[in-house]
């Protein structure tokens, strides 16, 4: 926002200045590249990819994506070297998901449990200050 108050006239900042909260994280992530883009940065703020995944543990937990999708996510985006220990273990719960698929892991429901978990516990130590 204040981006554009200093007199930016990047389309893909006002677009994303202007995104619901609810907005689909994979949406978010184009809209970050695209101002990645215009603006000419050679990689996109470690805060907007901070700022999607928080976008994509809300989806989880209201049911519009699925903790492999998130933790796949977090993965690629972040690896095993986040600045958040809950993105690790995000990243640590993708290759779970790996082994289960191989039928090494353990079991599905305590897998999507503690994705579950994990991603509460990333949106409790990232919310905003109340005020």
Do not use: N
Request: proline share 3%; glycine share 6%; charged share 35%.
């Amino acid at each position: 926002m204040k981006a554009l108050l200093a007199g930016s006239e990047s389309a893909a900042l006002a677009e994303l200045a202007g995104t619901p909260p609810d907005e689909s994280p994979f949406a978010i992530e184009a809209l970050i590249d695209r101002l990645s883009e215009e603006e000419g940065l050679d990689d996109t703020d470690a805060d907007a990819r901070l700022l999607a995944a928080r976008w994509l543990c809300r989806a989880l937990l209201s049911g519009q994506t699925s903790e492999r999708d998130l933790t796949r996510w977090v993965h690629d985006t972040f690896s095993h070297e986040s600045s958040s220990d809950e993105l690790d273990r995000l990243a640590e719960l993708d290759d779970d998901f790996d082994l289960s698929d191989t039928g090494m892991g353990g079991g599905a429901e305590e897998l999507t449990a503690r994705v579950r978990e994990a991603a509460r516990r990333f949106l409790r130590t990232t919310s905003p200050a109340r005020r």
